[in-house]
């Protein structure tokens, strides 16, 4: 995905899609994880209103996300000059389906400056929200507004 990933297929072999983005979540590490990003990389979900910035933000974000899903596959992955769009689909919260695209905005070195998550169905949505407000009350910072709602 970036420029320092070195993950990459060699030249004429494929690589499942998510390959890099997986790689990237992987770090443990606040620095190994922080290379692929910008320092003011934006994070955009359809899990809250505003946004929050940082890699430090993202890998709260993300580790907490991981702690979601009981299984998530990347089905599908198309990139360009600017950005990479990841298609997926797992499960969650007792084996209900979550589907969703991440799209990774990236500048010419390949160094991630914004990334959108989005999921469906909204009822997932909804729950996804909920439980991360509670697990991450207040560590990603004053733009986050949670999303909330009656699914009736």
Do not use: K
């Amino acid at each position: 995905m970036t420029a320092n990933d070195s993950t990459g297929p060699a030249q004429g072999e494929t690589q499942a899609p998510g390959t890099r983005w997986r790689a990237i979540l992987r770090h443990q590490e606040a620095q190994a994880f922080a290379v692929a990003f910008h320092a003011d990389v934006v994070l955009e979900t359809a899990l809250f209103d505003g946004h929050t910035e940082g890699p430090a933000a993202l890998q709260i974000f993300f580790n907490a996300m991981r702690g979601l899903y009981e299984e998530i596959h990347f089905v599908r992955e198309t990139a360009s000059a600017e950005s990479t769009v990841l298609e997926w689909e797992g499960a969650a919260f007792g084996g209900r389906v979550v589907t969703g695209v991440t799209i990774l905005d990236h500048d010419t070195n390949g160094t991630i400056t914004r990334v959108r998550l989005f999921h469906r169905p909204y009822a997932m949505v909804l729950d996804c929200a909920e439980t991360l407000a509670r697990s991450l009350a207040g560590q990603l910072g004053p733009g986050v507004r949670w999303l909330s709602g009656s699914r009736s």
